[in-house]
């Protein structure tokens, strides 16, 4: 028969049925691949064990340039059994996520008794941080605050260029 000949139309088709398989499965696989590449590389997750931090997750705040990239998220933490607040800074891929060329920096200020909550505050001297040419994130830092205002501070560097933020006299209570 005609058809059990190598090379023949029904052998051809069988092999391009196969081969389409193979391509199907594939770009399955890569698909995934980069799906699960992406989640971990473009969009950190804060709930990623709470970059060592405490506690819940209470808000985010982002970093941004004067011209308004985010260059990263200042993820800031609340454990009410301690009292303490956490707070990391983690870059985005616009500010650098995955490389350590350039600066990253988180800090947490307790303010004085009695501020005005958003108003510029003095420190009672407690004052955490962390500066450093880190790939992914700056932190944990944590400061004990209860009946206190906090003030956040953070800072990305990326091609030359800064993101900035400062929070005055959040989270009071």
């Known amino acids: 028969m ?15 049925q196969k081969g389409t398989g193979v391509r199907r499965f594939t770009a399955l696989v890569s ?14 997750s804060a709930s990623a064990a709470g970059y060592g931090c405490s506690g819940s997750q209470i808000d985010t705040y982002a970093v941004k340039t004067s011209g308004g990239t985010t260059y990263s998220n200042i993820y800031l933490y609340y454990d009410s059994s301690t009292g303490k607040n956490c707070a990391v800074n983690v870059r985005t891929a616009a500010g650098g996520y995955g490389t350590s060329t350039q600066a990253i920096d988180v800090q947490l200020w307790r303010c004085v008794a009695g501020s005005t909550p958003g108003a510029k505050c003095a420190t009672d001297g407690a004052i955490q941080g962390d500066y450093g040419w880190y790939q992914q994130y700056a932190g944990p830092v944590s400061i004990t605050a209860s009946n206190r205002c906090i003030t956040l501070f953070a800072q990305t560097h990326h091609n030359d260029v800064w993101a900035k933020r400062t929070l005055n006299a959040v989270h009071c209570g």
């Open 31 to 44: 698909a995934l691949f980069f799906a699960l590449l992406s989640g971990f590389i473009l969009a950190p």
């Open 2 to 16: 005609i058809n059990n000949v190598p090379g023949s139309a029904r052998s051809l088709h069988t092999f391009e």
